[in-house]
């Protein structure tokens, strides 16, 4: 860290200023200017207590660090693209797949034919939500066990793969049991503990954007599950919460290409919750793709105009197919094939 001091400081308050960077662990090496007195701190950023409190004394100007907040998660520490197996499905370095299924599991019949429907268009990890955080109480909270029960079904008739959200510390085990990938929502992307707990549940995981963290509170996330025992993170944009509200979210392309560049990990794009409407999900998915995601997370329902969440954005069997077509292309541009023996 830099820890640059107010102008003119006494060399009495520079020796105070060293002595609390010493006490912090840190080595003080002083470079005098003309003006301001800066002291670099050396030491490891990530073992060593922050010197951040250094901006309460009064000599001090500002405190700047060098070293990023995460270590595992980035390129520096794992130079080249890591892929992520979801049951028998690759994701990731140069395989990229289409994760789809309604918001939440409502029914037999409903997530049946989901995952017929999609199934049949090549899709072979399927999403659907057994525990639902709602915005409100009142609002449909998911099947649970049940729904879980019936994720099982599915799994078990079609081999396909399942990635599934858990809410609460008390669901993990249970949610694990039948989730080849475990969903963190956007609302727990910054839930410390349930992201402690779920990476030691020996599931890949899927870390959605909350939808006020910034690029390096979301990898920092990433970091807390790599760090307790979970190196399979995918990381998904979802879009953030922004001063537009035509969308329901601002998708963050930029995120995407960034965490591309800043870590590892595989990245997919979230296209149906950023957009929060249905006619909105293609070019979205476009754009995330584009931006070099390596896969894409989408909300498809049979019978859109009955679901009991995010109806609205969810796409109809018909136009999900579209999409399907319409992004293979697109994907086989930016050098990746869409993944899984069929
Ligand atoms: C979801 O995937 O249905 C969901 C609740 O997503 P998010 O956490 O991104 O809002
Ligand atoms: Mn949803």
Redesign the pocket.
């Known amino acids: 860290m830099i820890v640059v001091l107010k102008p003119h400081v006494d060399a009495a308050a520079v020796e105070d200023v060293k002595q609390h960077v010493i006490d912090l662990g840190y080595s003080p090496r002083v470079i005098q200017g003309v003006e301001h007195t800066v002291i670099a701190a050396v030491g490891d950023e990530l073992s060593h207590r922050s010197l951040e409190t250094l901006i309460g004394m009064d000599a001090v100007a500002n405190v700047v660090p060098i070293q990023k907040r995460y270590k595992l998660a980035s390129r520096e520490f794992h130079p080249d693209d890591s892929a992520v197996q979801i049951g028998p499905y690759t994701l990731g370095r140069g395989t990229f797949q289409v994760i789809a299924g309604p918001?939440?599991v409502e029914s037999r019949s409903q997530i049946q034919r989901a995952a017929k429907d999609l199934t049949a268009c090549g899709v072979r990890i399927i999403?659907g939500?057994a525990y639902?955080?709602r915005t409100s109480p009142y609002d449909f909270q998911g099947l649970g066990e049940e729904g879980l029960e019936l994720l099982a079904e599915i799994k078990e008739q079609l081999g396909v793969a399942i990635v599934t959200?858990v809410v609460g510390v008390p669901h993990v085990a249970k949610v694990a049991k039948v989730a080849d990938m475990l969903?963190i929502?956007?609302?727990n992307c910054q839930n410390y503990h349930l992201l402690e707990v779920v990476a030691e549940a020996g599931r890949p995981v899927l870390l959605?954007r909350g939808?006020a963290s910034t690029i390096e509170e979301w990898i920092s996330a990433a970091e807390y599950l790599i760090v307790h025992g979970c190196p399979d993170v995918v990381l998904?944009e979802?879009g953030i919460r922004t001063f537009e509200p035509a969308t329901r979210g601002t998708l963050d392309v930029a995120a995407i290409a960034l965490a591309k560049q800043e870590t590892h990990l595989p990245v997919v794009v979230?296209p149906s919750?950023a957009a929060g409407k249905r006619q909105l999900v293609l070019p979205l998915a476009l754009a995330g793709i584009a931006a070099g995601a390596d896969g894409i997370?989408i909300?498809a329902h049979p019978d859109p105009m009955s679901a009991l969440?995010?109806a609205a954005q969810q796409l109809p069997s018909d136009a999900f197919h579209a999409v399907m077509d319409t992004i293979r292309p697109l994907a086989r541009l930016m050098g990746k094939e869409l993944g899984g023996p069929v």
């Open positions: 918001c939440g999403r939500g639902k955080p959200e969903q929502g956007a609302r959605k939808m998904c979802r979230d919750h997370i909300e969440s995010d």
